[in-house]
């Protein structure tokens, strides 16, 4: 079982920041990767960020590019989102994942993880 706590949702103005923090516990040894996805009401769930445990190869959708910033610790297991210029368009619940199967790989996928954290409601106001 890995436990997935999230913190540094708010509300935010365009333009501003935001940093979300992920901090993963439990059977944390098995880890292959770590994503942020998020999802606005009456939408999908979309990719966002994500960085693989071992490697800690990064990838980003085409939307937050350039704004957004994935970190990890690799000594707590946390895993970081920085989101700077921050546009009316990112609001939604931001959701922190973990794949402890390291099966798939394609890290971009919902499922591609099986552990996901509670989310976290993120606003910007134009």
């Known amino acids: 079982q890995v436990q997935l706590v999230e913190s540094g949702g708010g509300l935010v103005q365009a333009g501003g920041s935001l940093r979300l923090s992920c901090a993963a516990s439990g059977r944390t040894f098995s880890t292959d990767g770590m994503g942020w996805f998020r999802q606005a009401p009456g939408k999908e769930r979309e990719f966002v960020a994500a960085?693989?445990?071992?490697?800690?190869?990064?990838y980003y959708s085409d939307s937050v590019k350039g704004r957004f910033t994935i970190s990890r610790d690799n000594a707590k297991i946390t895993v970081y989102l920085q989101m700077n210029s921050l546009k009316p368009e990112d609001t939604a619940v931001y959701y922190c994942?973990?794949?402890?199967?390291?099966?798939?790989?394609?890290?971009?996928?919902?499922?591609?993880?099986?552990?996901w954290g509670q989310g976290t409601q993120v606003t910007v106001s134009s």
């Open positions: 960085i693989s445990w071992s490697r800690g190869n990064i």
């Open positions: 994942a973990a794949d402890t199967q390291g099966i798939i790989h394609v890290y971009t996928r919902v499922n591609n993880y099986d552990y």
